[in-house]
Nanobody, 119 residues
């Protein structure tokens, strides 16, 4: 499995921006589709965004569409989540995940990075 490490979380105010990074190691990064999920306190983990192995195909949850952008740099073995116009309801632990091309489930997960958005 590929190993994933997230970074870039923090405490920001509503309307601010953050960029999360997910550094991958251990396998060929371009063999994997990448995604971001998040989990708020007391809630289930939810899908945020995904990008296929090349980054050419992307999709988003309706709650973040138009505000968040997923991208990846296969030369740097890193995926990103650019988050703009942050809202308090975006507060959560954000996880990146990887799945081998052609598979359905994400079987590699990072440890998560906390994002807190205050009013």
């Amino acid at each position: 499995q590929v190993q994933l490490v997230e970074s870039g979380g923090g405490l920001v105010q509503a309307g601010d921006s953050l960029r999360l990074s997910c550094a991958a190691s251990g396998r060929t990064f371009s063999d994997y589709d990448m995604a971001w999920f998040r989990q708020a306190p007391g809630k289930e983990r939810e899908f945020v965004a995904r990008a296929n192995w090349s980054g050419g195909v992307r999709s988003y949850a309706d709650t973040v569409k138009g505000r968040f952008t997923i991208s990846r740099d296969n030369a740097k073995n890193t995926a990103y989540l650019q988050m703009n116009s942050l809202k308090p309801e975006d507060t959560a632990v954000y996880y990146c995940a990887a799945r081998l091309r052609g598979l359905l489930g994400y079987n590699s997960w990072g440890q998560g990075t906390q994002v807190t958005v205050s009013l």
